[in-house]
């Protein structure tokens, strides 16, 4: 089956800093690479996210680039702010959604 | 229009009860999920409801039941809790097409 791996675990940067945050997968199937961010309490959130067909995408200050040829997709934020202080969650997907499998999770604190 | 709700927020079990988490989404989609969420290891899928009336295992099944009331509600059943189902849990439901999934707010349970 698929298999996500993301790192850091653990990002700290200040704020107006950039933040990457990186992920490679196995299953050269999947075709679409969601990225969700978690606020403490709270359930994920859907962010950005990007189909296999195209090799970035931005949406104001949050990118996400996509190479497929190396298996690997990356989140990139910048002008960070304290708000984007959250645990972020890439997941890579095949087919129908009980086919989404999920990275283990960037912890990102942005210090004012 | 609240998305996807799940009760209770907490809850603290001994080790052999039994309990029932409640899932309902007010956004008329076919499909839902139970995920749980370990430190470290991202988000796993238990099981899944593809539509009312179907269930199906997903990555981590054991020690769980589930159950599709009808297209709102999908509920996930402990039957004689372990510690090791100590986690939090999201009930998900995926937009029609499978893309963004809709998360509630998590349930944190505590088996003593």
């Known amino acids: 089956g698929e298999n996500v791996e993301q790192h850091p675990s653990t990002l700290s940067v200040q704020e107006g800093d950039s933040a990457v945050i990186k992920c490679t997968y196995s299953?050269?199937?999947?075709?679409?690479f969601p990225w969700y961010k978690q606020e403490l309490g709270k359930g994920p959130q859907l962010i950005i996210d990007?189909?296999?067909?195209?090799g970035e995408k931005k949406d104001q200050r949050i990118a996400v680039t996509l190479n497929k040829t190396a298996k690997h997709f990356s989140l990139h934020i910048t002008e960070t702010q304290p708000e984007d202080s959250a645990v972020y969650f890439c997941?890579?997907?095949?087919?129908?959604?009980?086919?989404?499998?999920f990275g283990t999770g960037t912890k990102l604190q942005v210090i004012p | 229009n609240a998305g996807v709700t799940q009760t209770p927020k907490f809850q603290v079990l001994k080790t052999g009860q039994s309990m029932t988490l409640q899932c309902a989404q007010d956004m008329n989609h076919n499909s839902m999920y139970w995920y749980r969420q370990d430190p470290g290891m991202g988000l796993r899928l238990i099981y899944y409801?593809?539509?009312?009336?179907?269930?199906d295992k997903g990555e981590v099944p054991n020690g769980y039941n589930v159950s599709r009331l009808n297209k709102r509600e999908f509920s996930l059943r402990l039957e004689s809790a372990a510690p090791s189902q100590t986690s939090v849990y999201f009930c998900a439901s995926p937009q029609q097409g499978a893309t963004e999934a809709f998360f509630g707010q998590g349930t944190r349970l505590t088996v003593v």
């Open positions: 299953d050269s199937a999947s075709n679409y």
């Open positions: 997941a890579a997907q095949s087919g129908g959604y009980q086919k989404v499998t």
């Open positions: 409801s593809a539509s009312e009336g179907t269930t």
């Open positions: 990007i189909r296999s067909n195209v």
